[in-house]
C-alpha cells in the first residue's frame, strides 16, 4: 500500500476553511435578526386582532404561528416553544403564565391572535388592552388533539446521535442538526445542516448547544487516532496492546450514542496515583460539551439531567461503600442504557414519567461497587498499573484536545457507510476465540468503533485496523475469554444460585468455625468413612434440616440434594438476594429448573423436617464431581 502523505487537518486550503467554518459557528447568534411582532391593536398577516380564523392552518392556528403542537397524552399537552423547545403544560396549567410562557419573546402575537379590548359599533377595535388567555389555551389544546396522541418517552429526541429510518446518521448539537447519508468514498457530500423540528415522527428540539463535528472531511487528512493513541499509550496498562484501543472505541460508543444498537461501558480501574482523573479529564477535553460529568451523583441525579439526550455520561471515584445501593442503582442504569430500554419513574400530578435511556458511561475507581453478572457482561475493565519509574502523567492541552475531538466526530460520520460490515467483522473475530453473543456486542462494538477512529492512521501508528487490517482474527487472539478479566467470577445465574445455598452457614460449630452447607455435604460425600469429620446420611439431614435442605437417595441408588419450590427455611437463607421469594413462589424454583443442565436434577414430591412439598433433586455427583462417598 502506497504511503500516505502526512496531511495536518488545520494545515494548507482545508485546516484554514475549517478554521474559518469553526469561528463563524461559534459567533453565528451574534448576527441574529430579531422577528418584527405587531403592535397592539394592529394589523398582522392581512388579517385585523382576533380576525384570523377563517385563514387558520390544519391545525386551527393562526398562519405563521411560531408554535408547534405536537400532541397529547392524556391531560399533558406538548407543544414546540418559540425557540423550539419541548414544552409540556397540563389542562390547568394552559392559563395565563402558561401561555405567556410558551409564546415567550412572543408576546406582542397574544394580543394579536386573541385581543381582549374595546371595539366600536362598527366592530372595529378602538383599543386593545389584553389577551384572552381562556381562548388561547382552548385553541391550543384542539391543535394538539388534531395532532393526535403523542408518546413522550419514544418521540422526543435531544442532542447526540441518533439513527434515522433509513439508516442515516442524524447528530443533533443543541441549535444546529445535521443529517448524514451513507454515501461511501465521498464523506464531504453525505453531510447536510437540516432545520431542527419533525423529521419522521421524532421531535428534535432545541436544546444547548454543544461542540460541532469538524467542519470538513477528514478523508485524505491526518486523523484523530495520531493524536490520541501515542497519548494514551503513556499510561501503563494492564493490556498495552488492547486497553488503549478499548478506551478509543469506547469514545466512539459515547459519540454514536443512540445511533448503535449496544453501548457498552468502560471501567477504568487502578490504585490511587495512577493517572484515573487525568483520563477523566482528556475524556472531558475530547467530548466537550457532549459529556455528563459528575462525581458522587445517584441514578436520578444522572438521568434527569439528560432528558432526552442521548449523551454520554462519566463518573470519577464510583467506589464501593458500606452500602452500595446508590452506585448499584448508578451500574443498573447503565446496564439499562446499553441496550437502550424504557426507564419508567413516578413523577408529580400523580403521573409517571417513561424515557428511553441510550447513553454510554465511563466509570473509574479504586474499588468498583458490587455488580451482577448481566452488568459485568456489558463492560470492558480497563486496568491500570503503577506508573513506570520516572514516567510521569501527560499534561493535557485542553484547547487541542478540544480540536481533536471534533475531528473524532467527523471521522466516525465520515466512516459511518462501513459501520454495519465492521462491526460483523469483530464479531465473528471474536467468536471465533470462544464469546458468546454478548462478548462479540460488548468487544465487537468498541473494537468497531475504534476502527472507524483509527481508520488509515492504522499502519503509521502500528495497529492491525482500517486499512492495515489484514487479519483481524489477532483481536479474538488477544481478547480470549479464559484470560480476561472481565470474565472472572461471572457465573450462571443458576450457578450463583446454587452457589448462594451451598456457602450458607448452619447453626452447628466443629474446632471454633461455623459450618456451611456445602460443609455438611462434604462430610458426608468423603470418601474415608472412617475420618471423624465423616457424616451418616441421617446426621447431615438433622443439620441440613435447619434451613431446609434434605439428602435423598434415588430409585437409582444415586445421592442426591433435595430442594423444596416453597420452604420458609429456604427462605430465609436467600433474605436479600436476588433469588429471593414470596411465600409459596421461591424465587430460587425458578432460576434453578429454568438455567441447571436437565441432566443434573430431576423433580420430585417429598417431606423436608416435615413440610412435604415439590422441588428438585440434585445428584451429588454433579455437585461434587471430583470425588465420590456418602452412605
Known amino acids: 500500500m502506497e504511503e500516505r502523505k502526512s496531511r495536518s487537518p488545520e494545515a494548507g486550503e482545508a485546516g484554514v476553511k475549517a478554521m474559518l467554518m469553526s469561528a463563524e459557528e461559534e459567533n453565528g447568534w451574534l448576527a441574529r435578526e430579531a422577528t418584527r411582532d405587531p403592535d397592539k391593536g394592529m394589523p398582522y398577516m392581512g388579517f385585523e386582532p382576533g380576525e384570523w380564523y377563517e385563514g387558520a392552518d390544519e391545525l386551527g392556528l393562526f398562519p405563521g404561528c411560531p408554535i408547534f403542537p405536537l400532541g397529547t397524552d392524556g391531560d399533558m399537552y406538548f407543544f414546540l416553544d418559540t425557540i423550539g423547545q419541548m414544552r409540556v403544560f397540563s389542562y390547568s396549567e394552559l392559563g395565563k403564565a402558561g401561555v405567556s410562557s410558551l409564546f415567550q419573546g412572543r408576546h406582542r402575537l397574544l394580543y394579536w391572535a386573541w385581543p381582549r379590548g374595546i371595539k366600536n359599533r362598527e366592530g372595529q377595535w378602538v383599543s386593545v388592552n389584553g389577551w384572552d388567555n381562556n381562548l388561547a389555551g382552548h385553541d391550543l389544546m384542539g391543535a394538539c388533539a388534531r395532532q393526535g396522541a403523542f408518546d413522550p418517552a419514544d418521540k422526543p429526541r435531544g442532542r447526540g446521535v441518533w439513527k434515522s429510518r433509513k439508516g442515516d446518521l442524524i447528530v443533533h448539537c443543541g441549535d444546529k442538526l445535521y443529517l448524514v447519508g451513507r454515501a461511501a468514498n465521498r464523506p464531504e457530500e453525505a453531510i447536510k445542516e437540516v432545520p431542527l423540528g419533525v423529521y419522521e415522527g421524532h421531535v428534535y428540539m432545541s436544546r444547548p448547544p454543544i461542540a460541532r463535528p469538524w467542519p470538513v472531511s477528514m478523508a485524505d487528512l491526518d486523523g484523530p487516532a495520531l493524536d490520541i493513541y501515542p497519548l494514551l499509550k503513556t499510561w501503563n496498562w494492564a493490556r498495552p496492546d488492547v486497553d488503549p484501543i478499548l478506551l478509543i472505541g469506547e469514545i466512539g460508543v459515547m459519540i454514536l450514542g443512540a445511533a448503535i444498537d449496544f453501548r457498552p461501558t468502560a471501567f477504568m480501574i487502578g490504585d490511587r496515583a495512577r493517572g484515573k482523573s487525568t483520563l477523566q479529564q482528556l475524556i472531558r477535553c475530547l467530548l466537550q460539551g457532549w459529556l455528563i460529568k459528575a462525581a458522587d451523583a445517584s441514578a436520578a441525579g444522572i438521568y434527569q439531567p439528560l432528558k432526552h439526550d442521548s449523551l454520554p455520561v462519566s463518573l470519577d471515584e464510583l467506589e464501593s461503600e458500606s452500602d452500595n445501593r446508590k452506585g448499584e442503582a448508578i451500574m443498573k442504569l447503565a446496564r439499562v442504557s446499553a441496550s437502550g430500554d424504557l426507564i419508567l419513574r413516578g413523577g408529580d400530578k400523580h403521573t409517571g414519567v417513561a424515557f428511553r435511556a441510550r447513553s454510554a ?126 470474565y472472572d467470577g461471572q457465573a450462571d445465574n443458576w450457578r450463583a444460585c446454587i452457589s448462594h445455598i451451598l456457602t450458607t452457614p448452619i447453626d452447628a460449630w466443629k474446632g471454633g468455625s461455623r459450618t456451611t452447607v456445602g460443609g455438611v455435604i462434604e462430610r458426608y ?107
Not at 559 to 572: G, K, V, Y
Request: charged share 25%; glycine share 10%.
Open 361 to 486: 458511561f465511563l466509570f473509574s475507581a479504586i474499588n468498583p461497587p458490587p455488580m451482577e453478572t448481566a452488568e459485568m457482561s456489558r463492560m470492558a475493565f480497563l486496568v491500570l498499573k503503577t506508573l513506570k519509574a520516572g514516567q510521569a502523567e501527560p499534561v493535557i492541552d485542553e484547547e487541542k484536545m478540544g480540536r481533536v475531538g471534533q475531528r473524532i466526530v467527523r471521522k466516525l460520520l465520515d466512516n459511518w457507510h462501513r459501520w454495519p460490515t465492521t462491526l460483523a467483522a469483530y464479531k465473528a473475530a471474536l467468536a471465533k476465540a470462544g464469546h458468546d453473543g454478548r462478548g462479540q456486542a460488548t468487544f465487537g462494538t468498541l473494537l468497531a468503533c475504534a476502527d472507524m477512529i483509527i481508520d488509515g492512521d492504522a499502519a503509521a501508528l502500528g495497529i492491525e485496523m482500517g486499512d492495515n487490517a489484514t487479519y483481524l482474527d489477532i483481536w479474538g487472539e488477544r481478547l480470549r475469554p479464559a484470560t480476561m478479566i472481565e
Open 525 to 631: 460425600w468423603m470418601v474415608d468413612y472412617s475420618d471423624p469429620d465423616h457424616l451418616a446420611m441421617q446426621a447431615a439431614n438433622d443439620l441440613l434440616g435447619a434451613v431446609g435442605l434434605k439428602l435423598v437417595i434415588s430409585a437409582e441408588k444415586k445421592t442426591e440434594l433435595f430442594i423444596q419450590n416453597s420452604n420458609s427455611a429456604l427462605q430465609r437463607i436467600f433474605q436479600g438476594s436476588k433469588w429471593y421469594g414470596k411465600p409459596n413462589s421461591g424465587g430460587w424454583a425458578l432460576a434453578l429448573r429454568t438455567g441447571m443442565p436437565e441432566d443434573w436434577f430431576r423433580h420430585d414430591n417429598l417431606y423436608v423436617t416435615g413440610n412435604k412439598g415439590r422441588g428438585i433433586a440434585v445428584a451429588l455427583d454433579k455437585l461434587m464431581p471430583n470425588e465420590t462417598g456418602g452412605d
